[in-house]
């Protein structure tokens, strides 16, 4: 039960980030029949996370919000953690980032470009 309420509690807090910072041309996860499916990309990027993600014991529960640059090649690099909770946590959270697939990149212009994402993830008390 716990672990289905910390992946709809992550799921919620992934939503809003992404809608807060919502453009047209976002970079996106991949996995989508429609590249420009937003809601889908969303969708498999939770999944992904859901998927992988291990609560460490004895976390206390809380955010650990990550940045991270989507290269115009779809890489991800520049993995730094924005607000922190515990250091298991944080490397908990660079871990997910950093097996990541390829994205799809961002566009300016209609040419493939580099742009900041933050993701946050939401631990519950272990």
Known sequence: MKKIFSSILVCAFVLLAQ?????EDEPRFPGCDDPADV???DMKMMQFVFSNLKHPDG???GE???SFMVKSSGELTSVSIVESLTDAC???V???INLMPA???AKADGAATDMEWELV??????
Not at 121 to 126: G, I, N, Q, W
């Open 90 to 92: 944080d490397q908990e």
């Open 94 to 96: 660079i871990r997910i």
């Open 121 to 126: 993830v939401k631990f519950t008390a272990k």
């Open 59 to 61: 976390n206390p529960g």
């Open 64 to 66: 650990v919000v990550a």
């Open 39 to 41: 809601d889908c990309a």
């Open 19 to 23: 809608c807060a910072f919502a453009q």
């Open 103 to 105: 994205w799809l990149p």
